[in-house]
């Protein structure tokens, strides 16, 4: 199983973007995906994980600003990043947690926030 991920970029303060995580190989039908992000210096955390069913998992300060989502149809899921902030710039990485194959980690995608 493979990650590729999407859409990171340049946003100023105040800004949305949506991230996006694109699983290929073979792939069970229970599975969770989300993401994490790694900013210099900090260890990486936790920034959303939503399981086959849909039920999600923030980290807490990120809750109201950050939404996941999945397309099981093409396995696909996504974070839409609102009201972002400065201390928001990390590196995100896709997640997945697939049956009988184990955890997967995408490439990684720049996300700065800056005016």
């Known amino acids: 199983v493979q990650l590729q991920a999407s859409g990171g970029g340049l946003v100023q303060p105040g800004g949305s973007l949506r991230l996006s995580c694109a699983a290929s190989?073979?792939?069970?039908?229970?599975?969770?995906m989300g993401w994490y992000r790694q900013a210099p210096g900090k260890q990486r955390e936790l920034v959303a994980v939503i399981g086959t069913r849909g039920s999600a998992t923030y980290a807490q300060a990120l809750k109201g600003r950050f939404f996941v989502s999945r397309d099981n149809a093409k396995n696909v899921v996504s974070l839409t990043m609102n009201s972002l902030k400065p201390e928001d710039t990390a590196v995100y990485y896709c997640?997945?947690?697939?049956?009988?194959?184990?955890?997967?980690w995408g490439q990684g995608t720049l996300v700065t926030v800056s005016s």
């Open positions: 997640y997945g947690a697939f049956t009988g194959v184990g955890v997967r």
């Open positions: 190989g073979t792939i069970s039908s229970n599975y969770s």
